[in-house]
């Protein structure tokens, strides 16, 4: 691969080039969960257990403030909070195997005045990109959309968030992700509408925006991630077909069996490369995609899809409860169970050994 150029952006030249590598070569970034204690009390112990396990399980980077972390933490009055405890723990922890760079990703939301106060605390805090969620601005036209995200951006970099309409997130148009990618301050983009349609239309918007060597595409299609990080896109526009691939994901999915999902990514980018995709990796979709459904509550609506995620995580003794900050948000009936079924039929997909043989240094002080 080429190496990176040299940012021309200032907001863009303020992250480091190494950093700025990571993201583009791809890397798993593993949507940061929230720890909660019995009366739904930031559990710093675990939060910061939850960092270093994703640091020493070789995570490029970390999402946090994001749809995993709940976005009613802001409610909470925790969104900085947490966001510095994530990043004080990054930078103190020694990971397995030495200190690398690291992409920090702050999650953002709401209005255009609350999202830049939130880009600009992410931003004091060492972060390198904000995360932006649309879903507050539901209804709004393109230009309006557009004028948000030109706003944010002056105060960080940012990654573009194509989020699914069942949890909050609108129907964006290829015309949208056009402009958006012409954006100088944009550094990459996690698609996740679980739809291949709406998928295509942001590739399409990257391609015509001639912006696919600026801009890393990021998979956050929690049903698709194998099948996504394979396949080359190929996308027409006026100078011939121009060709496309996910570079990492940014995944829910991820903040579980995440020590597994850096061996996946990295089996996924080899065979990329030398461009030889075997059956047994490709068959790995259809088994990813089945432990998702059970984890994301699929037959229920995602309504437990941040608590099935507590609850692997639960089981493998990082965290103590599956507990929300909504006390109406948990498990959904049966899901336990399908978690169970996943768990027998996929055993080689699970970290537990390596969560086992690591918890106690996790959980130190």
């Given at each position: 691969m080429d190496t990176i150029e040299a940012a021309t952006d200032p907001v863009v030249a303020r992250i480091p080039a190494a950093v700025r590598e990571v993201l583009r070569r791809g890397a798993v970034i593993p949507a940061h969960p929230l720890a909660l204690d019995a009366q739904r009390r930031l559990d710093e112990r675990r939060q910061r257990a939850l960092t270093r396990y994703y640091l020493d399980a070789g995570a490029g980077g970390l999402a946090v403030g994001v749809h995993t972390t709940q976005f009613a933490?802001?409610?909470?009055?925790?969104?900085?909070?947490?966001?510095?405890?994530?990043?004080?723990?990054?930078?103190?922890?020694?990971?397995?195997?030495?200190?690398?760079?690291?992409?920090?990703?702050?999650?953002?939301?709401?209005?255009?005045?609350?999202?830049?106060?939130?880009?600009?605390?992410?931003?004091?805090?060492?972060?390198?990109?904000?995360?932006?969620?649309?879903?507050?601005?539901?209804?709004?036209?393109?230009?309006?959309?557009?004028?948000?995200?030109?706003?944010?951006?002056?105060?960080?970099?940012?990654?573009?968030?194509?989020?699914?309409?069942?949890?909050?997130?609108?129907?964006?148009?290829?015309?949208?992700?056009?402009?958006?990618?012409?954006?100088?301050?944009?550094?990459?983009?996690?698609?996740?509408?679980?739809?291949?349609?709406?998928?295509?239309?942001?590739?399409?918007?990257?391609?015509?925006?001639?912006?696919?060597?600026?801009?890393?595409?990021?998979?956050?299609?929690?049903?698709?991630?194998?099948?996504?990080?394979?396949?080359?896109?190929?996308?027409?526009?006026?100078?011939?077909?121009?060709?496309?691939?996910?570079?990492?994901?940014?995944?829910?999915?991820?903040?579980?069996?995440?020590?597994?999902?850096?061996?996946?990514?990295?089996?996924?980018?080899a065979a990329a490369e030398r461009d030889a995709v075997d059956a047994d990796l490709l068959a790995l979709d259809a088994r990813v995609t089945d432990c998702n459904a059970a984890f994301f509550d699929v037959t229920n609506g995602f309504q437990g899809c941040i608590a099935g995620c507590h609850e692997v995580l639960r089981r493998q003794g990082l965290l103590e409860g599956t507990w929300c900050l909504d006390p109406a948000e948990g498990l959904s009936p049966g899901q336990a169970q399908e978690i169970d079924r996943v768990y027998r039929g996929h055993p080689d997909l699970n970290d537990d050994d390596f969560v086992r043989e690591h918890r106690l240094r996790w959980l130190g002080p």
């Open positions: 933490i802001r409610e909470h009055g925790l969104y900085a909070p947490v966001l510095k405890l994530a990043m004080d723990t990054a930078r103190s922890w020694e990971p397995l195997g030495g200190q690398r760079p690291l992409v920090m990703i702050a999650g953002l939301a709401g209005g255009t005045e609350q999202a830049r106060r939130e880009a600009a605390t992410a931003r004091e805090l060492g972060y390198h990109a904000g995360l932006l969620s649309l879903a507050a601005l539901r209804g709004r036209g393109v230009d309006e959309i557009l004028a948000h995200c030109e706003a944010v951006a002056r105060e960080i970099a940012l990654v573009g968030f194509y989020l699914q309409p069942a949890v909050g997130g609108i129907d964006l148009p290829a015309s949208f992700w056009e402009a958006f990618a012409r954006l100088p301050q944009v550094v990459a983009i996690k698609i996740a509408p679980f739809h291949r349609y709406r998928t295509l239309d942001v590739l399409r918007g990257v391609a015509a925006a001639r912006a696919e060597k600026r801009i890393a595409l990021y998979t956050g299609n929690d049903d698709h991630i194998v099948l996504d990080l394979l396949t080359p896109f190929d996308v027409p526009r006026d100078d011939g077909m121009v060709r496309l691939r996910f570079a990492g994901g940014l995944l829910g999915h991820w903040s579980v069996w995440t020590q597994r999902a850096v061996e996946l990514l990295s089996r996924c980018q």
